[in-house]
């Protein structure tokens, strides 16, 4: 509303807000087609989720009726979804740190400009990030299975355990496993955000140091880190978010299972509205409230987030 | 970076030169690498060997190579279709969302217009939100349209994933472009739809290209979306949802699977390794904004 008000008192001051309106026609014009796209992809489905929400309705094309907020009430008490919720988080702090660790001693090792091969050996750690998260899952069932995998069969014969391990098939073990996976096709995306960030560390600082007798070490924790750690926030929040999109991956190797143990929010949501188990109905009211639930956190994130970066933005600046 | 840790006076007595020290940690990075993406040799190399080797040989090089795999994912499960499938959708989608970006973000990187600040805000804060939250109303959206069950309404909906992203990078960069440029194109009778086709659209070609890259992998590599749109028309799949259902359907033909798999990773990779530049300044982008 305030911005409404503000755009009416500008428009005072000169022509009528109608008038600017008309002059600007040919701007509005070019943002047709983004905003068409923005419109029914983003903006519409996030205020109809909240509609859909409210409903009691079982499949596309079917019935719906109005509920009211029941769908929430029964949230509340459903195991299934409070488990998929925590397993997302879950997921989220399991694989971040890693990611970002990796990704950080990965940059600064490669970061050095003596190193002809850096370029190579980024674009290998980089291969699995553009490789489908639906081949990358068929590769590590196969690579994994408990049945002549090649993984159990290199661990067998170096006697790393005594017989087949099922990964992917082990209530237990299967949410780390799958972590693992993620961990492995998403640093290098990490790695590329922090040689961004590793760029804003001036030349002159590495020489200074070195004509100083500085250890390597010495450098990287005095020097690097504290002008990289800023970059730390804004690539933790797209880390965070990409964990808790963790969707394909999860829904290609495992499907949630075995035994819902690997279920996370959108498999979670993606089973109730459009994978029912026999006799069910899909319940898209259900899941939409669901996912109402699981966006709102995700924007939650966001804000907290957002809300960091600035904090230390502003240090910063009285620091300078 | 190595270089930094030896003070001149030790320089030379230690072992460890320079020189030395980088090949060493050049040796060691490779064979990281190559473990690193050893999933995918070993895909590869799977995909040339007949069933019953795979089982039997645990080695990298087939004993017997074949190209059998590759005949019967292309044919018999469908791999052909498949891919033409996701090649529309990939070329369809990434030649919209370029020039709706591009349009669109020239405006709100240029132009001052009523609406443009709460527009803005609006499409920040949707920024994050997760596939799972829009699957159900773009589905119903789709269905309304007609177009829930067709490969035109997998392509619209496609364009959507990345839309705000692009249309910022696209007005993040319009922006610092001198004023000059409108105002010469002005003086010389050019309307504003030229101005920007033939002057602003070509100097924005990093970001053109940036754009055409992202949202190819973006589309290539899709999977909640096509899933849920195929579920009940198996002949629509993209070779995402074609591979995770080879898996349910011929479970142990491991063979044709990994050539499946192949088939699927082999375009987006070729583009990623012409174009790596342009992936990894995309991306990079990101952080920096």
Redesign the interface.
């Known amino acids: 509303m305030a ?2 008000s503000h ?1 009416l008192e500008r ?1 005072a001051e000169g022509a009528t ?1 109608g008038q ?2 008309w002059k ?1 026609r ?3 014009l ?2 047709i ?6 419109g ?7 205020i ?2 909240f509609y ?1 929400s409210t409903l009691d309705w079982t499949g ?2 079917a019935h719906s009726e109005f509920i009211g907020l029941a769908n929430y009430a029964e949230l509340l008490n459903d195991e299934f979804f409070y488990s998929a919720f925590k397993r997302s988080f879950l997921f989220m702090l399991a694989t971040v740190p890693f990611q970002m660790i990796v990704g950080l001693m990965l940059a ?5 400009k ?4 850096a ?1 190579v ?8 990030v ?14 994994l299975s408990p049945f ?1 995998g ?1 993984i159990n ?2 661990l067998i014969e170096t006697h790393l355990v005594s017989r087949a391990v099922d990964l992917l098939g082990s209530p237990q073990m299967v949410l780390w496993t799958l972590a693992g996976i993620f961990v ?1 096709k998403w640093t290098g ?1 990490t790695l ?2 922090w ?3 590793l760029q804003t560390v001036p030349d002159e600082l ?1 020489e200074a ?2 004509l100083d ?4 070490w010495q ?2 924790m005095h020097i690097v880190l504290p002008i990289v750690a800023p ?1 730390a926030v ?2 933790g929040l ?1 880390s965070a ?1 990409s964990a ?2 963790v ?2 991956l999860i ?2 190797t495992t499907q949630g299972g075995p035994f819902f143990s690997s279920e996370v ?2 498999v979670y ?2 089973r109730t ?3 029912p188990s026999s006799g069910q109905f899909p319940r ?1 009211g259900y ?2 409230a669901a ?2 639930i ?2 709102l956190s ?2 939650a994130l ?1 804000i907290l987030q957002v809300i960091a970066v600035r904090r230390v933005r502003r240090k910063e600046a009285e620091n300078v | 970076m190595s270089d930094a840790a030896l003070p001149p006076g030790r320089m030379r007595q230690s072992i460890f030169t320079p020189r030395r020290k980088r090949f060493i940690t050049s040796i060691v990075l490779a064979v990281m690498c190559v473990i690193w993406i050893y999933p995918l040799i070993w895909m590869i190399a799977a995909s040339f060997k007949p069933n019953s080797e795979l089982f039997t040989n645990p080695g990298m090089i087939p004993n017997r190579p074949t190209f059998e795999n590759y005949g019967r994912a292309w044919t018999e499960a469908n791999m052909q279709r498949y891919f033409f499938n996701t090649l529309f959708v990939t070329v369809g989608s990434v030649l919209i969302t370029t020039i709706a970006a591009a349009l669109g973000g020239y405006v709100l990187g240029r132009r001052e217009f009523p609406g443009k600040w709460p527009l803005m805000g609006l499409m920040v804060f949707t920024l994050f939100i997760p596939q799972g939250y829009t699957i159900i109303p773009v589905f119903q959206l789709l269905t309304t349209l007609g177009l829930g069950q067709s490969l035109w309404g997998l392509m619209l909906a496609t364009c959507g994933h990345s839309i705000v992203i692009f249309i910022l990078l696209f007005a993040g960069y319009f922006t610092q472009m001198p004023r000059e440029l409108e105002e010469a194109s002005r003086m010389d009778g050019v309307g504003p739809v030229k101005t920007f086709w033939y002057v602003m659209l070509p100097l924005a070609k990093p970001i053109v290209v940036t754009v055409v890259v992202m949202q190819s992998l973006q589309a290539w590599n899709d999977f909640l979306l096509p899933l849920v749109i195929t579920l009940a028309n198996p002949a629509m799949r993209t070779l995402s949802v074609g591979i995770y259902s080879f898996k349910g359907e011929h479970f142990v033909d491991w063979g044709g699977m990994m050539a499946a798999s192949t088939i699927a990773i082999g375009p987006i990779v070729l583009l990623f390794l012409f174009l790596q530049r342009y992936f990894i300044d995309g991306l990079a982008g990101a952080v920096k904004g």
């Open positions: 911005a409404i755009i428009g807000l600017r309106i600007s040919i701007d509005y070019f943002l087609p983004g905003m068409l796209v923005f029914a992809f983003i903006f519409w489905p996030m109809a989720s859909y596309f094309g600064i090792v490669l970061n050095n003596f190193l002809k091969l370029t050996f980024r674009a290998m750690i980089f291969l699995p553009v490789s489908p998260v639906a081949v990358i899952a068929i590769v590590m069932v196969l690579m002549n090649p069969g290199f492995w995306i590329v955000y040689l961004a960030a590495y140091a070195k007798g500085v250890k390597t450098v990287i970059f804004v690539i797209i978010i808790l999109n969707f394909p829904q290609a929010m959108e949501i993606f509205a459009f994978a898209l899941a939409s996912g109402v699981f966006g995700i924007m966001t």
